[in-house]
T-cell receptor
Framework: AQTVTQSQPEMSVQEAETVTLSCTYD???????LFWYKQPPSRQMILVIR??????QNATENRFSVNFQKAAKSFSLKISDSQLGDTAMYFC????????????FGKGTLLTVNP | DVKVTQSSRYLVKRTGEKVFLECVQD?????MFWYRQDPGLGLRLIYF???????EKGDIPEGYSVSREKKERFSLILESASTNQTSMYLC?????????????FGPGTRLTVT
């Protein structure tokens, strides 16, 4: 069974600075997908970024980028130029294939951006 | 844009009541999921469905059942609510045919059982 570990329950960063959220996972699959989701306070969970394991290039979406290290089974999220609106719970998730399309989630990291 | 809606944002029920949580998606997605979210535990899968009238247990199905009579609607049922079912419940859907595999979430229902 796959497991996803987020070792930082809480983090804080000053506005305009850069922060990195960690995620590691365990799998025997070779082809899989990784995701970072964002859940702002009292608001809907939305997808931030996704990475296909067969792609060597790290995914980037504006201020959000990942550092995907397949051999190390590591998938960290870097947020550049942090904004107050980035304050949220961030979840790392894994999809390892299979017809059930289930995601395995980490326990989340609460990120607070301070003014 | 995909829209996943849930019938209530906040719900307060008494112990022993039968509770229905409704989820509707408007993008003809085949697969739908119910999770509960608790602090420090992340998201845990309760049940999922891959077609009308088809369902499978997730990781924590005890005390819950589901119903999917129409493709767009997936209901979570607490047959006899208990205080340990106080939680945030999230519904999600996916269309695997798009090849992207990310799930789309509803806004959540915060259920309190007293």
């Amino acid at each position: 069974a796959q497991t996803v570990t987020q070792s930082q329950p809480e983090m804080s960063v000053q506005e305009a600075e850069t922060v990195t959220l960690s995620c590691t996972y365990d799998t025997s699959e070779n082809n899989y997908y990784l995701f970072w989701y964002k859940q702002p306070p009292s608001r809907q969970m939305i997808l931030v970024i996704r990475q296909e394991a067969y792609k060597q290039q790290n995914a980037t979406e504006n201020r959000f980028s990942v550092n995907f290290q397949k051999a190390a089974k590591s998938f960290s999220l870097k947020i550049s130029d942090s904004q107050l609106g980035d304050t949220a719970m961030y979840f790392c998730a894994f999809y390892g294939g299979g017809s059930n399309y289930k995601l395995t989630f980490g326990k989340g990291t609460l990120l607070t951006v301070n003014p | 844009d995909v829209k996943v809606t849930q019938s209530s944002r906040y719900l307060v029920k008494r112990t022993g009541e039968k509770v229905f949580l409704e989820c509707v998606q408007d993008m003809d997605h085949e697969n739908m999921f119910w999770y509960r979210q608790d602090p420090g535990l992340g998201l845990r899968l309760i049940y999922f469905s891959y077609d009308v009238k088809m369902k499978e247990k997730g990781d924590i199905p005890e005390g819950y059942s589901v119903s999917r009579e129409k493709k767009e609607r997936f209901s979570l049922i607490l047959e006899s609510a208990s205080t340990n079912q106080t939680s945030m419940y999230l519904c999600a859907s996916i269309s695997p045919g798009q090849g992207r595999y990310e799930q789309y979430f509803g806004p959540g229902t915060r259920l309190t059982v007293t």
